[in-house]
C-alpha cells in the first residue's frame, strides 16, 4: 500500500515542518524514487536543510529512520481500518469493498512512486531486520482484520476469502506499478466482489 500522494506547494511546507518531521519527509521522498539502500544519510539531511549531526540526534541510526518511516506508513493503513469499520458498523461486506476502493484509489499513486513495502523489501534481505519484521507484521494484521471482515460479511471460509483478497490488492499494486495490466483499480474492485459473492453467505443470503 502507497503513503499519500504529495501536497501541493510541498517545499512550502516541508519548511515549516518541525526537524524531525522535515527529515522524515525527506527520507520518503528519497526512498520512494532512489530505494532504501541507494539514498545515505548525507543526502538525506540535505534534503531535509539540515546537517547529519542533527539528523543522528533524532534517529540514531538510518535503520532507525527506515523503521520509523514504514511505522508511519502503516499506520495510515491502520486508520483507513479503523475509519471504514467506524463507517459501516457491523457490515463486513461494507467494509471489505470499502477498504478495497481505498487501495484501489491509492493505486495510481503506486504506479508514480512505487509501494512503500515492496520497495523496501528489496532493500531488506535480512528477516531478522526490525523494519523488516515490521513489514511482516503489519501485513498479518492487515490480514487478520480482514478476515474479521469476512466473518461479519457472513463469508463460509472467512480466512480463505481474506487471503485471496489480500492476494488481490497486493497483486494490483505490483501490477499498477510495473504498469502489466490497465484498469487495475477496477479489475480489484471486481474482482474482489466475485470473492465475498462465491464465498458465500451464512443461511444462503
Known sequence: MASSPPRPGRDTRVARLPPRERILDAAEELFLREGIRAVGVQAIAEQAKTTKMALYRHFATKDALIEEWLRIVAAGYSTAFDRTEAEHPGDGRAQVLAVTRFIAEGLPDIAQ??????????????????????????KATQRRRLTGMCERAGVRAPDEAAAEITFLMEGAQISAQNGSVDRAGERLLAAVE????????VGGR
Not at 194 to 201: E, K, S
Open 194 to 201: 466475485a470473492v465475498l459473492d462465491r464465498g458465500g453467505t
Open 113 to 138: 512512486r512505487g509501494c512503500p513495502f515492496v520497495n523496501s523489501i528489496a532493500g531488506l534481505p535480512d528477516r531478522g531486520h526490525p523494519a523488516r519484521r515490521l513489514i511482516e507484521d503489519h
